[in-house]
């Protein structure tokens, strides 16, 4: 099976400017979660999407949404970029619900996302 | 809410040495307790995991014991390898209504040969 893919894998916008992220998960899996890395804060959860359905979302403020397809591709966008918006953003994939290792997350190679 | 604690790095360590990791967590109910591994330029490749006390994970010579009772899930590996050089990232996941991985804040491994 293909792993998650994300697109771009580089990206260089100006402050001010708004950017979309993709993501495709691995086939079958329904749940895509979106996760920001960053030197400082390590790892934050954004948001989770199930069924095209957000069902969690992190402690980021409203100028990061997304969204999810009927064919379980997630996109993010953030508009209005911000310097601190720098990040490795990570997708990752999941297929709730088929059993005790259900909740295990697959994760996408990022997109480095650099704000200037 | 749920956290994890990871031992601070950076880790250094000879080739055939023995690696410790700690971690410890906080959660309410009964997590889903994994490791992930990211290599330079790379996201994250889910190491090993364990659902229920006393399970342990264990995969390419590295392994971690679920302890309830000192909520720890500590990754060891007997004779590391150059290659092992990366960061380790313990994490958990609630499975009850949470659908988001709480990790801790990586420890970065260096094996020099």
């Known amino acids: 099976k293909a792993g998650v893919t994300q697109t771009p894998r580089y990206l260089i916008k100006t402050r001010g400017q708004q950017v979309t992220l993709s993501c495709s998960p691995i086939s079958g899996h329904r749940s895509v979660s979106w996760y920001q890395q960053t030197p400082g804060q390590g790892l934050q959860f954004l948001f989770e999407?199930?069924?095209?359905?957000?069902?969690n979302k992190g402690n980021f403020p409203g100028r990061f949404s997304g969204r999810q397809f009927s064919n379980s591709r997630s996109e993010m966008n953030v508009s209005t970029l911000e310097l601190g918006d720098s990040a490795l953003y990570l997708c990752?994939?999941?297929?709730?619900?088929?059993?005790?290792?259900?909740?295990?997350?697959?994760f996408g190679p990022g997109t480095r996302l650099t704000v200037t | 809410g749920n956290s994890v604690t990871q031992m601070e790095g950076p880790v250094t360590l000879s080739e055939e040495a023995f690696l410790t990791i700690n971690c410890t967590y906080t959660a309410t109910g009964y997590p889903s307790l994994f490791w992930y591994v990211q290599y330079p330029g790379e996201g994250l490749q889910l190491l090993l995991k364990?659902?229920?006390?006393?399970d342990k994970g264990s995969n390419k010579g590295f392994e971690a014991t679920y302890r309830k009772e000192t909520t720890s899930f500590h990754l060891e590996k007997g004779s590391v390898q150059v290659s092992d050089s990366a960061v380790y990232f313990c994490a958990l996941i609630q499975l009850s209504n949470d659908y988001k991985l709480s990790f801790g804040a990586g420890t970065t491994v260096t094996v020099r040969a």
């Open positions: 990752a994939s999941s297929s709730p619900g088929t059993g005790e290792f259900s909740y295990e997350q697959y």
């Open positions: 999407y199930f069924s095209e359905t957000q069902r």
């Open positions: 364990a659902t229920k006390a006393d």
